[in-house]
């Protein structure tokens, strides 16, 4: 009889063990479902690129440039929730560093278990084009470029001016620069041009040589990123300035803060 009672009992512990042994597996189960969940979906949150769908655009020339934030992704969900704003957004330089700012909206980066770590983005500016400062800024290609234009207009020039003249003979003597707009330090070009000629007088029995200089002057000399010369301008009131002596055009140049260039 006792043995059948610790048969019994023995029994019941493993039936007991069983459940103990099942509940605890049932629990581990959960436990890890549980965790699962809370992780996911009260702890975890995905780290997002907030500027993966944006980029700074600068356009314009160097000083007077502008900036603006683009949208690479107009349908990206993230990235319309996300406010940008730019440190400067004109007057922007070669040379200037941009910040651009992201500002997300907290209860969509909440409702989407969303993270972000990196708020602010460095644009360095470079490769704009700039309005030439200094001499050293222009080659002699350029020299050469604007000594031939101030040739053919200075000989338009002379021959509606000396209509009896004959041998004519023009080149380009001589440059002479200066920062024309001290605020924006833009270099200014003049070119002389020498005339060399002939007079008949006296039904043309007397031949008398003569020479005159004229004056052309080249401003605003837009440089590109490649270094070469995208445009300039040609300031009308020195065009054809016409003087008779050297010394005239010199005492000319000079009071208008020109200094001779020399190549």
């Known amino acids: 009889m006792k043995e059948k009672y610790y048969s019994v009992n023995r029994a019941v512990l493993q039936t007991k063990d069983k459940i103990i042994l099942f ?5 581990s189960i959960f436990s890890v479902f549980a965790g699962y969940y809370a992780y996911t979906r009260i702890i975890y949150k995905q780290e997002v690129d907030l500027f ?14 502008s900036a603006n934030v683009k949208i690479l992704d107009e349908n990206d969900e993230l990235t319309r929730s ?26 969509y980066m909440e409702s989407k278990r969303l993270l972000a770590k ?9 490769g704009l084009s700039y309005f030439a400062n200094n001499k050293n800024d222009i080659g002699n290609n350029v020299l050469e470029t604007i000594a031939n234009e101030s ?11 000396y209509d009896n003249a004959s041998d004519i003979q023009i080149k380009n003597i001589s440059y002479y620069y200066r920062n024309s707009d001290e605020a924006k330090s833009r270099l200014s070009i003049c070119t002389v041009t020498e ?26 000399f837009l440089i590109k990123s490649d270094k ?25 140049l000079n009071s208008n803060g020109f200094v001779e260039l020399k190549t």
């Open 23 to 27: 509940s605890i597996f049932v629990i």
């Open 195 to 220: 005339v060399d000629f002939n007079v008949k007088y006296l039904f043309n029995t007397i031949t008398v040589p003569n020479t005159v200089y004229y004056l052309s002057l080249y401003s605003d």
């Open 82 to 107: 996300i406010n940008y704003s730019l440190s400067k957004q004109s007057n922007i330089a070669n040379g200037d560093v941009i910040i651009l700012t992201a500002t997300p909206d907290e209860k």
């Open 151 to 161: 040739n053919e207009n200075v000989k338009n020039a002379f021959l509606s001016t």
């Open 228 to 252: 070469t010369i995208d445009k300039y301008n040609a300031v009308k009131e020195y065009q054809n300035q016409l003087f008779y002596l050297p010394l005239m055009f010199k005492q000319e």
């Open 52 to 65: 993966k769908y944006v980029d700074v655009e600068i356009n314009g020339i160097s000083d007077e440039a």
């Open 118 to 126: 990196i708020f602010t983005k460095q644009y360095a500016v470079s």
